[in-house]
């Protein structure tokens, strides 16, 4: 009996019991609800945001960048790797922008803004929302409204990018539990994790929202502020490496110089010699070779070679062209002329240009012919001949009119008379023959050499001076300046509301001034501090450019060189000798070019620029001039300082020149010292400044004038126009007694003390006040536009007498202020804008996500849910 399989299957199954059905199910709406649905466990996770995972998810966003960029060079990005490459091109761009703008700036530091100007404004686009939105929101409401996860397929999204899909499967229940807490939301509300997210989702929009609403004020207020506080940290550094650079230029110049040679010279010329190989050099050429020569130098360089070139290189040789001819043909008809010699005479016997040029087959505008001294001499006798002929043949022609022999004897003496003087010769030699040949070829590659080399030099000497004294920012002199003004201003104890109220009127300033010395150097501590402070400043600056490197002229020893001076000496000699042993065809070197850049080797005076000029001198003069003037500047303060403190202690022994003097002239001349120190420019030294004196004073009265608490009390003095009062300019008695107190009379001991072991500086600044008190207070004369008293000869020139005095305390003050207040105004401005939309962006968190939640379980009296 077979079995059956099927039969034996159904028999052997076990029966499972139906259940029943449950009360008040609805089959309709659970399949339209889904709820049993159950999707497949996510992948993905939250990236957390403590500052120790930041590395890894920064080099995990990093290569899924670089990928992405493959990925859409090769065509296979997605959407997400291609939205990526905005934030990746945005980047990029901004870096080629600040790049541009970095070789558009002249200074280190305007060149480092451009890239932490790009930093910031891009740290200002990350760091706003963090720090304005997501910490407040985060201790506000407990959980982070900037929350990123990476998908299944490790792709980094914002969560609350899309309000429509929030992957909230990636919370536990343990963290939106916690959340909730955070946000006060009660435990037995139905549904409390629905209520949750439902919050949470409403407290992250409206904080994008924020976002959204303040990015465009705050990323460029905070990105101005970043890069305003940046701006002095940066500045020490850079200055540091600055001056480390200046250094290595000046104690390894070769080196240096060898650096800077980019064969820009070589290059040109050579491409010009290759063009014009054997070609006649003609002016065009000429100018076109020394153009190229001169590549970097200033235009007259150009001028001065272009010279050079073409007497060197032309030879003995000379050439007869269309400027020979016309030579030839104008030169005889004008020495015929200049003898009385008939107009129709002449025309008759002098041929004209048109025949010459059929003479000697020369086309017109064309170079020429060579012609050597045995060609030159053929021409003549031929050329002296045909006039002979034609004197002939004009006697038999004109009958009537025939040449006498007084005429035909002066024609005889003009064609036979010296070559010097026969206008046929030096019509024949006026334009010397020149071809570009190989021998030329050699010679102008020779000087293009040695100006491509000198060039590298001389850009090496550009670069230290420049960087270091050059009147431009961040040199070194320059930020020395602003620190020792910055120091100086800030001892003074001026306040912002003073500055801002002077800072348009220079009167306004110096009476600022006035006053605050008169307070300052009454009180020892605080003369103390800015003295030394004052000096502290001028030792740093002696350490920076010291007098070994670039001597200022204040007390040097004539016997010892600075190395800049050596430097150019042995620049320039190089230059000189390798320039000077040219042998060309014409002259032995090219002359004038090392008179204008060494300086005359001859009796000669150089254009508009006086015997002394030269290249070298100029490097020399202007390097130590500026050194000079901003050292004297520091100077003038520290004895202004000076002047004020010794009439403040009332000794006379610091005030030996106008001791003798009766008190109401001693207040007006102490006035007149102090004011000097604080305004005097060169003009006031020339018209012996215009003070309003007394011509009749009380000489009766011979007292001391009057201090109270370090402060003068005058008796007669005020500043106000006093009736009886003249304007005494041409008062040579007031002048000498006035320069006498200012630079004279020896320093107080507390100036003296605030120089410490520095005895050289000390000396220094007495070598100043003795300097300025020959060079500017004992004049023999007075002048000014009214009178002239004396002899009007200058006994130093205006050129020093301004270097000597620097700038004027009142308008370093003046400028310092303005640059101050320009500064703080603009700080004022924004610095509150960006406070306030601060504190409103955190204020508004504490106004987010409120809802009203639903009402809590009914519990029964044994604890159990009422449903």
Not at 233 to 262: C, Q, T, V, W
Not at 412 to 430: E, F, R, V
Not at 799 to 817: H, R
Request: aromatic share 8%; glycine share 6%.
């Amino acid at each position: 009996m077979k079995t059956n399989l099927i039969q034996n299957f159904i028999h052997t199954q076990n029966t499972q019991p139906s259940k029943k059905e449950a009360p008040d199910f609805d089959i309709h709406h659970e399949l339209a609800n889904k709820t049993f649905i159950k999707p497949l466990k996510g992948q993905g996770r939250l990236i957390k945001s403590n500052i120790l995972y930041a590395p890894v998810e920064m080099a995990k966003s990093f290569a899924y960048d670089v990928n992405a960029l493959k990925g859409s060079i090769k065509g296979e990005a997605n959407d997400h790797q291609l939205g990526k490459l905005n934030d990746l091109g945005m980047k990029i761009g901004g870096l080629g922008i600040a790049g541009f703008l970095f070789t558009k700036r002249q200074t280190p530091l305007t060149k480092t803004m451009e890239f932490v100007g790009l930093g910031s404004f891009f740290a200002s686009m990350a760091l706003w929302p963090k720090i304005a939105i997501q910490l407040p929101a985060r201790l506000i409401h407990g959980f982070n409204v900037q929350q990123q996860y990476e998908d299944s397929f490790g792709r980094k999204k914002p969560f609350y990018q899309d309000a429509q899909f929030l992957p909230w499967d990636l919370y536990s229940a343990k963290e939106i539990d916690k959340i909730g807490d955070r946000m006060g939301v009660p435990k037995d509300i139905p549904n409390r994790r629905d209520f949750i997210q439902e919050k949470m989702k409403k407290i992250a929009i409206q904080n994008n929202t924020l976002w959204m609403l303040t990015a465009g004020f705050a990323t460029p207020i905070m990105s101005a502020l970043i890069c305003n506080q940046l701006e002095k940290p940066l500045a020490k550094p850079l200055a540091a490496h600055r001056n480390n650079e200046n250094n290595y230029i000046i104690n390894k110049f070769k080196d240096a110089s060898k650096g800077m040679i980019s064969n820009e010279i070589k290059n040109k010329t050579e491409k010009i010699i290759s063009v014009n190989q054997n070609k006649p050099l003609t002016k065009d050429l000429l100018n076109e070779l020394a153009d190229a020569i001169s590549t970097g130098f200033d235009p007259r360089v150009k001028k001065i070679i272009a010279k050079d070139l073409g007497l060197m290189l032309q030879s003995s040789s000379s050439v007869i062209n269309d400027n020979a001819i016309n030579a030839l043909v104008t030169n005889t008809k004008k020495a015929f002329l200049d003898k009385g010699i008939a107009t129709e005479i002449v025309d008759s016997l002098i041929p004209e240009a048109e025949q010459l040029r059929t003479y000697f087959a020369i086309e017109q505008g064309s170079f020429g012919n060579e012609i050597t001294k045995d060609n030159q001499e053929r021409i003549f006798q031929t050329f002296t001949k045909d006039i002979r002929r034609k004197m002939l043949e004009y006697n038999k022609s004109n009958p009537n009119k025939e040449i006498d022999r007084a005429t035909q004897k002066k024609i005889i003496q003009l064609l036979t008379a010296p070559a010097d003087k026969n206008p046929i010769y030096q019509a024949l030699t006026k334009e010397r023959y020149a071809v570009l040949d190989s021998k030329n070829q050699k010679l102008v590659r020779t000087v293009t050499n040695i100006m491509n080399e000198f060039k590298g030099e001389v850009d090496a000497m550009d670069k230290y001076v420049l960087q270091k004294v050059g009147q431009v920012a961040e040199t070194t002199l320059a930020n020395s300046w602003n620190k020792t003004v910055d120091m100086f201003v800030k001892n003074l104890r001026i306040t912002p509301q003073q500055i801002a109220e002077t800072r348009g009127d220079r009167l306004l300033t110096t009476e600022l001034l006035h006053t605050s010395l008169d307070n300052l150097t009454a009180e020892k501590p605080l003369y103390k501090k800015i003295t030394t402070d004052l000096i502290n400043q001028i030792m740093e600056l002696d350490r920076l450019i010291k007098k070994t490197e670039i001597d200022d002229g204040i007390f040097s020893n004539p016997e010892e060189i600075c190395k800049l001076d050596k430097r150019l000496e042995q620049m320039f000699q190089n230059f000189e000798t390798k320039l000077g042993n040219i042998t060309g065809k014409g002259k032995g070197d090219m002359e004038t070019l090392l008179d204008y850049m060494v300086g005359p080797r001859r009796s000669i005076e150089i254009p508009d620029r006086g015997k002394k000029w030269s290249v070298k001198n100029l490097y020399k003069s202007m390097a130590k001039e500026r050194l000079f003037s901003v050292k004297s500047t520091f100077f003038r303060m520290l004895n202004t300082l000076d002047t004020y403190r010794r009439v403040a202690i009332g000794d006379t022994s610091y005030m030996d020149s106008i001791k003798e003097l009766p008190r109401e002239l001693k207040e007006e001349v102490v006035e007149l010292s102090k004011g000097i120190g604080l305004s005097a420019h060169t003009a006031d030294y020339l018209t012996k400044f215009f003070a309003s004196t007394n011509p009749n004073p009380n000489w009766e009265d011979m007292s001391d004038i009057k201090l109270v608490n370090g402060k003068t009390v005058y008796k007669y003095f005020h500043r106000s126009v006093e009736a009886g009062k003249v304007n005494q300019p041409f008062n040579s008695k007031i002048f000498i007694d006035t320069m006498g107190l200012t630079y004279k009379d020896p320093i107080s001991d507390e100036t003296e003390k605030a120089f410490g072991k520095n005895k050289a500086l000390l000396n220094e600044f007495k070598e100043y006040r003795n300097q300025s008190f020959r060079k500017l207070g004992t004049y023999n004369y007075i002048e000014n536009t009214v009178a002239k008293v004396g002899d009007s000869a200058l006994p130093t020139s205006d050129k020093e007498m301004f270097n000597l005095l620097g700038a004027a305390m009142d308008e370093v003050v003046s400028n310092y202020g303005k640059q101050g207040y320009n500064t703080r105004k603009w700080m004022n401005i924004f610095a509150p804008a960006g406070a306030v939309l601060l504190g409103v962006t955190v204020l508004s968190q504490f106004f987010f996500g409120r809802m009203n939640p639903p009402s809590p379980i009914a519990k029964t009296d044994k604890g159990q849910i009422n449903a």
